[in-house]
């Protein structure tokens, strides 16, 4: 100890300094790689983990074409019920009633139908988030075709949202 004191006296404080950083970057350097691997490693197992976890799920379409997943749609005649349901969930979540276009295409072929719903809605994003999340999970055989929000001076968002009702129809 006597004699770090004589060389900090010596050569004064700053080559003192520069010894604990020079010795602290030696143990960072020794250190560091260890536990970079140690890190990798946990992070590998944690998502190998993870990806065990998750449930597999099987695809709607089967290898006859579209047949499972056309029978699993709701008829056509559901359509003005699904509708109303999405356009009362407005409402229900305090979303004021929305400027609505709809377009029907169906095609008999196939036994399919699609019902496009545009609609444009304003509002906070976390109502948004909500409508949008709860539409999807009222109704499976919806899907969000598109999506696009704007935010308006005084802060509200103005979301134009393109919705696809899937239906089956008689041949």
């Known amino acids: 100890m006597k004699r770090w004191l004589t060389l900090v006296r010596r050569h004064g404080w700053p080559a003192a300094l520069a010894a604990v950083l020079t010795l602290a970057a030696v143990i960072g350097a020794l ?9 990798d490693a946990q992070r590998h197992a944690l998502a190998t983990r993870r990806a065990a976890l998750q449930p597999r799920t099987q695809s709607a379409v089967s290898s006859e074409g579209g047949a499972a997943l056309a029978a699993s749609l709701p008829p056509d005649s559901e359509r ?47 109502a948004l988030r909500d ?5 999807l999970r009222r109704d499976p055989a919806l899907a969000l075709d598109s999506l696009r929000l704007r935010r308006e001076p005084n802060g509200t968002l103005k979301a134009e949202m393109a919705w696809v009702l899937h239906m089956k129809v008689a041949k």
């Not at 409508?131 to 539409?135: H, N, T, Y």
């Open 31 to 39: 250190w560091l790689p260890r536990e970079q691997a140690r890190l």
């Open 131 to 135: 409508f949008v999340a709860e539409a």
């Open 80 to 126: 003005q019920a699904r509708t109303g349901a999405l356009m009362a969930l407005t409402t229900e979540l305090g979303l004021p009633w929305p400027r609505s276009e709809f377009r029907y295409q169906a095609d008999h072929e196939l036994g399919l139908a699609q019902y496009r719903v545009a609609m444009q809605l304003s509002g906070r994003y976390g």
